[in-house]
């Protein structure tokens, strides 16, 4: 069975740092990955995906992830991070069932504080 | 587009009663599914539907029951509430298109058993 690792359960960082936030997920033939994000009282938000291609993606706030299927990590980053990116991060790995179906596994999350 | 939409955004439940949570996917997605996240854990994957049908089911006792309507929207049904269940339950909706497809979130629903 298919699962992820989010290696740490709280990142606190000062604003305008930069920040890295740890995945890991088990092996798989294909591997479909994605990070959301989830502000205080809200639901999920995709915030960038690996499906296939170039092994870094981007989002359009500044976070970046680097698919590396030697190591099985996909690991977020962002080069100077803002107070408004207080929030907790998810990483999901996309598992498919018989059919067709597929499902999100997630890691356990972790929270990135931003301080000022 | 509105988005998926989750009613209703609190509830509060006693022990042994039952809930009914209610979810519009996202316009021209025909797939949804249900996620329980417990306070500081990630999301958990609960049951599947597509065209009116459970597809697949994650590790949930039979407690757990579901239904898709023809205009694709759901329905999240908890019997004999335990206070254990008390969670975020969020639904997502997708096109039914394999392991690559994008999933959209609601707000989710906060239930809370006394």
């Known amino acids: 069975a298919q699962s992820v690792t989010q290696l740490d359960s709280q990142v606190p960082v000062f604003e305008e740092a930069p920040v890295e936030l740890r995945c890991n997920y088990s092996?798989?033939?294909?591997?479909?990955l994605f990070w959301y994000v989830q502000y205080p009282n809200q639901g999920l938000q995709l915030l960038l995906k690996?499906?296939?291609?170039?092994?870094l993606v981007e989002s359009i706030n500044g976070f970046e992830a680097e698919f590396n299927k030697s190591q099985t990590s996909f690991h977020l980053r962002k080069p100077s991070v803002h107070i408004s990116d207080t929030a907790e991060y998810f990483c999901?790995?996309?598992?498919?069932?018989?059919?067709?179906?597929?499902?999100?596994?997630f890691g356990a999350g972790t929270r990135l504080a931003v301080h000022p | 587009d509105a988005g998926v939409t989750q009613s209703p955004t609190h509830l509060i439940k006693t022990r042994g009663q039952q809930v009914t949570l209610r979810c519009s996917p996202k316009?021209?997605?025909?797939?949804v599914s249900w996620y329980q996240q417990a306070l500081g854990q990630g999301p958990q994957f609960i049951f599947q539907?597509?065209?009116?049908?459970?597809?697949q089911r994650g590790n949930f006792p039979d407690r757990f029951s579901g239904h898709q309507f023809p205009n694709y929207s759901s329905e999240l049904n908890v019997n004999a509430l335990l206070l254990g269940d008390s969670a975020l339950y969020l639904c997502?909706?997708?096109?039914?298109?394999?392991?690559?497809?994008?999933?959209?979130f609601g707000q989710g629903t906060r239930l809370t058993v006394v």
């Open positions: 316009s021209g997605h025909d797939t």
């Open positions: 092996s798989s033939v294909s591997v479909y």
């Open positions: 690996y499906l296939s291609g170039s092994t």
């Open positions: 997502a909706s997708s096109h039914r298109t394999g392991a690559n497809t994008e999933a959209f």
């Open positions: 539907y597509y065209e009116e049908e459970e597809r």
């Open positions: 999901a790995v996309s598992s498919v069932f018989s059919g067709g179906y597929n499902k999100l596994i």
